[in-house]
């Protein structure tokens, strides 16, 4: 008797739709149009997993779009969205997976050598200038302002005060605003659709040519492994860590007036903060994605790259350079399927036939 496999569990991709997000599917379908705000998440390598997802989107959905377009992230997260808002994405989205993808350190590299290789990567993809093209692409980097013992700058005494953060974490969430502001810096005129600011003090700070490489070097500065950023221009004073210590995966009620929030991810797997990841209860509000279209690669397509897993910044240790930087090109080459998974999805027939409620990732 033949077997019957269902559509959903053939692709490479899993859709997910909050309700006002779902009820517009279902109603009006989806066009690059609806999109008023994308979203990128922390992650580091997790990202490869992503990248022909963005090249379709730059070359595809971005052209199309006539209306400001607000865009979002920390670390990673910030860096492609700082691709996105460039006046050539594709080829700073290019520069920025090639010199990512190829990064080479010694056995035991010190967070000086990380540090200044995190600089050259930079310096790689970006260009003062592209502030200048942020008319209608408008980009928010967000950093995490260090407070208390997240001060510290020694990597071997930073680890004791972060371990005492992560348990006043474990303990309560609304802890972690005694150690961490977020701050958000943003291109003249953007303006984020989030309802109400949750228990974060939250600064918002113009971005300009004088803090923008400090502001995306300050959101990717992973505590331990890379020096944080001091006193950024025009920003409150203090050292600046990744931004994923406030918002890793986003847990805030970005709800635009009109349209949507479009959230490509790389994981089926919705965080508020970088210290919550082993917290299994610890998990967004739904409500706070209910505009919100998420696409993640499914699980089947996941476990079928090299290792069962996508890439993550633990390759660094488990893998020399030649073996993590073939595992992630694989990863990079798989991802094509992706793209052309999101695009069937797009113009088929009954696109919400696909779509899972998000509500399911947050019970």
């Known amino acids: 008797m033949a077997v019957t496999v269902s559509r959903r569990a053939m692709e490479p991709i899993e859709i997910f739709a909050g309700q006002q997000a779902y009820r517009h599917i279902a109603q009006s379908g989806i066009r690059p149009t609806d999109i008023r705000a994308i979203i990128g998440a922390s992650g580091g390598p997790k990202w490869f997993v992503l990248s022909h997802l963005d090249r ?3 070359q595809n959905w971005l052209p199309a779009i006539p209306h400001q377009l607000e865009l979002i992230g920390s670390s990673i997260g910030a860096w492609r969205m700082a691709a996105y808002a460039s006046a050539a994405p594709m080829a700073a989205l290019e520069q920025l997976e090639s010199q990512y993808l190829n990064q080479r350190y ?5 967070h000086q050598e990380i540090s200044q290789s995190i600089r050259q990567l930079l310096d790689s993809f970006i260009q003062p200038n592209d502030l200048d093209q942020h008319q209608l692409k408008k980009l928010h980097i967000v950093a995490a302002r260090c407070k208390g013992l997240s001060q510290l700058k020694q990597p071997s005494i930073q680890g004791l005060a972060f371990a005492a953060v992560a348990v006043g974490n474990l303990v309560s969430r609304r802890s972690l605003p005694r150690s961490f502001d977020r701050v958000i810096f943003q291109s003249p005129g953007g303006q984020l659709p989030v309802a109400q600011w949750d228990h974060f003090r939250t600064h918002q700070v113009p971005l300009n040519r004088a803090n923008y490489r400090d502001a995306l070097l300050a959101s990717g500065a992973i505590p331990i492994v890379i020096e944080g950023v001091r ?3 025009g920003a409150p004073r203090g050292l600046y860590r990744d931004g994923g210590m406030v918002d890793y995966h ?3 009620p970005f709800k635009p007036e009109q349209g949507l929030v479009l959230y490509p991810h790389f994981s089926p797997l919705l965080k508020p903060g970088w210290f919550d990841k082993p917290l ?3 998990k967004v509000h739904a409500s706070n994605y209910s505009h919100t279209l998420m696409i ?4 089947e397509f996941v476990a079928s790259l090299p290792y069962g897993k996508i890439p993550d910044r633990r390759d660094f ?3 020399d350079n030649d073996s993590r930087i073939r595992y992630w ?3 990079v080459d798989r991802n094509q399927a992706i793209a052309e998974a999101f695009d069937r999805w797009v113009h088929s027939a009954n696109p919400l036939d696909q779509v899972i409620p998000i509500e399911t990732l947050t019970r």
């Open 56 to 58: 379709y989107l730059m």
């Open 106 to 110: 010694s056995a035991r590299p010190s």
């Open 231 to 233: 006193d950024p221009v």
């Open 250 to 252: 986003f847990d805030l």
């Open 280 to 282: 299994p209860w610890r």
């Open 296 to 299: 993640s690669p499914s699980r």
């Open 317 to 319: 240790e488990r893998l």
């Open 329 to 331: 090109q694989t990863v």
